[in-house]
């Protein structure tokens, strides 16, 4: 059964930084294209990076520059770290097996996702 678990949200001021980390299990990993996705409410859920299973990326480009996807494939997790917030990065934060088709999240099932607020 697949499992991904988000974590590391937290509430930050404006310019301030965080590590999202999220951990998938029940499906290969290493192989996996994997990304990071946000929503906030009344609102459809938008990819923010990608990070392929070689370890390259591509990022949205709202946070291009600001935000860097790390992948660590032995320990089956990905890590989103965050500089420079802005208000508008508030939003929860899910992870999931990329959809090169949709452009989305592969797997129905999400995790509850990780709520990242930037406000001072």
């Known amino acids: 059964q697949v499992q991904l678990v988000e974590s590391g949200g937290d509430l930050v001021q404006p310019g301030g930084s965080l590590r999202l980390s999220c951990v998938g299990s029940g499906f290969d990993f290493s192989t996996s294209t994997m990304g990071w996705y946000r929503q906030t409410p009344g609102k459809e859920r938008e990819m923010v990076a990608i990070?392929?299973?070689?370890?390259?990326?591509k990022y949205a480009d709202s946070v291009q520059g600001r935000f860097i996807a790390v992948r660590d494939n032995p320990k089956n997790t990905v890590y989103l770290i965050m500089k420079s917030l802005k208000p508008e990065d508030t939003a929860n934060y899910y992870c999931?097996?990329?959809?090169?088709?949709?452009?989305?999240?592969?797997?129905?099932?999400w995790g509850q996702g990780t709520q990242v607020t930037v406000s001072s």
């Open positions: 999931n097996r990329h959809s090169w088709e949709t452009g989305g999240g592969l797997y129905e099932n």
């Open positions: 990070t392929l299973s070689g370890g390259s990326t």
